[in-house]
Structure formats: C-alpha cells, structure tokens
C-alpha cells in the first residue's frame, strides 16, 4: 500500500522491478468472489451494512478508469462491506477491485497488501510498473 508521496528514487526502483519481472509473470488474477471468500476465511470480520461506506468504495472504482475497466460487461459493482475492529474493508465481487481504511493508516496496511498478493494481477496489470513491483516486493517475502 503506497502511504506516502511517490519520490524520484521510489519511481526508479519501482521501473527497475517492473523491468527484471514483469515478462515472467502470468496474469493471475482471481475472481471478486475469491477475493471476497479469501478475505472472509482469514479474518475475523463483522459484516458492516452501512451505505454510504459501499458508496464511497462503489465511487472508487467507477471513478478510477483502471478500476472501472475491472467490471467489464456489468454496469456496477457489488459491493461487500467488513469491519474488523476501526479498520473498514470493502470488496466488489464484481471486479476484485477492494478498498481498505481506517483513521490510522497502518492498521489497514497488512490487511491491503494481503488482498492485494492474493488477488494477483490481470493482463493489464502486469502493463503497469507500479502494480507489478508492489506484487513482486509483497510475494518475495
């Protein structure tokens, strides 16, 4: 999970992973189903119904056009609410696209980049150097 405002020398790194990596991996991407069932076995979650939650994670992904291609043929996401203590998880079953946050940011970040890793990255994903690099730094430890 980037936390923290891009650098010069972050870019550079992220370019030279991309560039050592990127042609030896296959798209791996699982379903938001996967995602969602993944998410659900591992943690200890309680079901977090509220709308304008889903509607803040629905706005993420309409209004991000690399998220937005996720959905492919369907007009909308299908969004699963969770909340693990302060921590609020939202996964589109529809796409994969999901979105984790809480006040304090470093509750959330073990919980992204797991769902991250797990997820895995499409064909298009493996186009960009910053999502191949952060999949490469998370599943090389």
Not at 131 to 138: H, S
């Amino acid at each position: 999970m980037l936390t923290k405002e891009p650098t010069p020398e972050l870019v550079k790194d992220w370019k030279r992973i991309f560039e050592i990596y990127h042609s030896s991996i296959l798209p791996n991407r699982k379903k938001g189903c996967e995602v969602d069932s993944y998410f659900r076995s591992k943690y200890p979650y309680q079901v977090y119904n509220n709308a304008k939650f889903k509607q803040v994670v629905e706005l993420n992904i309409v209004e991000n056009e690399h998220s937005r291609d996720k959905l492919k043929n369907e007009t909308k996401p299908n969004i699963k609410s969770y909340r693990i203590d302060d921590v609020l998880i939202g996964i589109d079953l529809v796409s994969g696209e999901f979105h984790v946050e809480s006040e304090d940011i470093n509750k959330s970040i073990a919980i992204h980049d797991d769902l991250f890793a797990y997820r895995g990255l499409d064909e298009e994903d493996l186009k960009n150097y910053f999502l191949v690099a952060e999949y490469i730094k998370l599943t090389q430890n």
